[in-house]
């Protein structure tokens, strides 16, 4: 299967189960150990959101004595009126700060919790590099970081102003209804007549805003993921500067970030033509809205069956009534938003689930805790089914250096990788001893002190600083000593030998039983090599060394070879160059 096959399947099950999933990654937080404190804030804020629809009340019933008092010209009643005004305004005020400011408590705490959770089931199990190798989820990291923050965000804000808008609509359906008299159509008598011209009025802008607006959910999803590529495409370059440079690819590199634009571009402007046509409406629907009211209450007041202070009061509460009916449409653009947000979040968690259902039940059953390294019946195969290593057995007893040669391709990495429980494919039953420490070609060192990437991934402070820099002079990095409380990003800095000689000197510090270099020290010429190689067999005497290589004069440091050829791995003899 594809990688694009696979993603669209992983979406698949997430359409499906849309609801379910996002009450079950919303719910987790609200059962959580943090469940107090979120269930406290949650109900001050939901009781400072109906403080603020009752001063709306409040403010309803004031525009109808006001507009009365400035009828009747009455100026002790105006003045009056005035003042209760500044106090119900300071009260809003207040209300309004603290809503705003326990929400966004809320949300960083609720963001904080969530991202904790999903870093903790991204990087435990090796579930980050299996979702790497199967492509389910492009750019996790804006996952992590951007929808997580938007999916808090939006979902608060959207819950939270729904409950305030039902709360309103009831509020100012009740003073509607109240003000706003019968009207006879064809006979008929209507009461409350504009409570259910607001409600037609609603549901009818509702349905067509749907009609207009129902492609901005997939048009958001797709220009999130392509804005990731984009920045995920500037990080390459920025990590990969030298290379580029040494290759002249800038032309290259260009083409390949205008094409990655190109595709946020076309989005966009079909975002934008979206948006266009939901502004034209929504800016109609909004306008019409503010004279709708008098046309159909003027009647009324010509009449002479109400007053003017009767008259904007029924257009303040047609005018809250039908905004709350009317959340739908103007929250539209962020449902939108937040469903894309949604499904890229649910994608991203059964990816997860899926790699530790893997993880749970690999192909190759693999076993710590043993004695000695051991191959029982072991078949090695790509993901797609291909074999890359026949049926195998094998034995290493503690102490042993073993060599393992082969052409590029067949395999060699793949059986490290296998080892360390990061290749499922393929069967039969491996065991590991405890205590094994795997160094691969590409050493990796995190952005920090030189301190804390000589140590990882321990922390810095396990190791005093006599062994840090003895181990630095034993590897020939004695330049270093002085920088090791420097921060900076030591990948750029350091070149690609000195990188090995850092990786053989985090061995010595760590001093496993079990040590798997993957071709660790190709960076360096022949002399270097031998001499970290006996630097190893020196310092690490009780050490079993696994190693792959290609070159022969690594063969003197090992009492073994086994050669991977033609999908077999077997015995072959050591010859000591001459």
Same mark, same amino acid.
């Given at each position: 299967m594809s990688h694009n096959a696979e993603y669209s399947a992983v979406n698949d099950v997430v359409q499906n189960n849309f609801f379910s999933r996002v009450w079950q990654l919303t719910a987790s937080y609200w059962r959580s150990e943090e469940k107090t404190m979120a269930w406290l804030l949650l109900i001050v804020v939901i009781a400072l959101s109906l403080v603020g629809v009752a001063i709306s009340v409040a403010v309803n019933s004031w525009y109808r004595e006001f507009y009365n008092a400035l009828q009747n010209k009455?100026?002790?009643?105006?003045?009056?009126?005035?003042?209760?005004?500044?106090?119900?305004?300071?009260?809003?005020?207040l209300v309004a700060v603290y809503r705003l400011y326990l929400t966004q408590m809320l949300t960083i705490r609720w963001r904080r919790w969530l991202t904790d959770q999903h870093f903790d089931a991204w990087l435990q199990h090796k579930n980050f590099y299996r979702l790497e190798q199967r492509g389910y989820t492009d750019n996790p990291d804006q996952r992590?970081?951007?929808?997580?923050?938007?999916?808090?965000?939006?979902?608060?804000?959207?819950?939270?102003?729904?409950?305030?808008?039902?709360?309103?609509?009831?509020?100012?359906?009740?003073?509607?209804w109240g003000v706003s008299g019968s009207i006879e159509v064809f006979g008929v008598e209507i009461p409350g007549y504009m409570f259910w011209a607001a409600l037609l009025y609603a549901m009818v802008g509702s349905w067509l805003v749907h009609l207009v607006a129902r492609r901005l959910i997939g048009l958001n999803n797709r220009q999130q993921r392509f804005e990731a590529d984009l920045r995920f495409g500037l990080v390459r370059i920025r990590e990969n500067a030298e290379s580029i440079a040494l290759y002249n690819g800038e032309a290259n590199e260009q083409q390949r970030l205008m094409t990655r634009f190109h595709s946020v571009w076309s989005n966009f402007w079909q975002l934008m033509r979206v948006q266009k046509r939901l502004t034209?409406?929504?800016?109609?629907?909004?306008?019409?809205?503010?004279?709708?009211?008098?046309?159909?209450?003027?009647?009324?007041?010509?009449?002479?069956?109400?007053?003017?202070?009767?008259?904007?009061?029924?257009?303040?509460?047609?005018?809250?009534?039908?905004?709350?009916?009317?959340?739908?449409?103007?929250?539209?653009?962020?449902?939108?938003?937040?469903?894309?947000?949604?499904?890229?979040?649910?994608?991203?968690?059964?990816?997860? &689930? #899926?790699?530790?259902? =893997? $993880?749970?039940?690999?192909?190759?059953? *693999?076993?710590?805790?043993? +004695?000695? @390294?051991?191959?029982?019946?072991?078949?090695?195969?790509?993901?797609?089914?291909?074999t890359l290593l026949d049926p195998t057995s094998l034995r290493i007893a503690p102490g042993e250096h073993v060599l393992i040669s082969g052409a590029s391709g067949s395999g060699k990495s793949t059986l490290l990788r296998a080892l360390s429980g990061l290749w499922p494919f393929g069967s039969g039953a491996l065991s590991l001893p405890d205590s094994s420490l795997f160094l691969p070609q590409k050493p990796y060192l995190p952005i920090g002190s030189l301190r804390g990437?000589?140590?990882?991934?321990?922390? &810095? #402070?396990?190791?005093? =600083? $006599?062994?840090?820099?003895?181990?630095? *002079?034993?590897?020939?990095? +004695?330049? @270093?000593?002085?920088?090791?409380?420097?921060?900076?990003?030591?990948?750029?800095?350091?070149?690609?030998?000195?990188?090995?000689?850092?990786?053989?000197?985090?061995?010595?510090?760590?001093?496993?039983?079990?040590?798997?270099?993957?071709?660790?020290?190709?960076?360096?010429?022949?002399?270097?090599?031998?001499?970290?190689?006996?630097?190893?067999?020196?310092?690490?005497?009780?050490?079993?060394?696994?190693?792959?290589?290609?070159?022969?004069?690594?063969?003197?440091?090992?009492?073994?070879?086994?050669?991977?050829?033609?999908?077999?791995?077997?015995?072959?003899?050591?010859?000591?160059?001459?």
């Open positions: 009455d100026l002790p009643a105006f003045t009056h009126l005035i003042l209760y005004f500044c106090g119900i305004a300071a009260v809003a005020i992590l970081a951007e929808d997580l923050n938007s999916f808090t965000d939006n979902t608060l804000g959207l819950g939270l102003g729904l409950i305030r808008n039902v709360v309103s609509l009831v509020s100012f359906s009740v003073i509607l034209f409406f929504s800016a109609g629907y909004s306008q019409i809205a503010i004279i709708f009211p008098l046309v159909v209450a003027a009647p009324r007041y010509f009449a002479g069956k109400i007053q003017l202070g009767d008259l904007m009061q029924i257009n303040s509460a047609f005018g809250n009534v039908q905004e709350s009916m009317s959340w739908f449409i103007d929250a539209y653009a962020s449902l939108a938003a937040w469903r894309a947000t949604c499904d890229r979040i649910l994608s991203f968690r059964q990816a997860l &689930a #899926e790699g530790q259902a =893997q $993880e749970q039940a690999p192909a190759i059953r *693999r076993q710590t805790h043993a +004695e000695e @390294l051991s191959l029982d019946g072991v078949r090695l195969s790509l993901a797609d089914g291909r990437a000589l140590s990882y991934p321990d922390p &810095a #402070e396990c190791y005093p =600083q $006599e062994r840090l820099e003895q181990v630095l *002079r034993n590897c020939r990095l +004695e330049h @270093l000593v002085a920088r090791l409380d420097l921060e900076d990003h030591w990948e750029r800095v350091l070149s690609p030998g000195e990188l090995q000689r850092l990786a053989i000197a985090r061995a010595l510090l760590v001093a496993p039983r079990w040590l798997f270099l993957d071709e660790a020290t190709s960076a360096l010429d022949e002399v270097d090599e031998a001499a970290l190689y006996q630097l190893l067999v020196d310092e690490l005497p009780d050490t079993s060394l696994i190693s792959i290589g290609h070159r022969s004069s690594l063969k003197r440091f090992h009492e073994r070879q086994l050669r991977l050829e033609n999908r077999q791995l077997e015995q072959a003899s050591i010859v000591l160059p001459a």
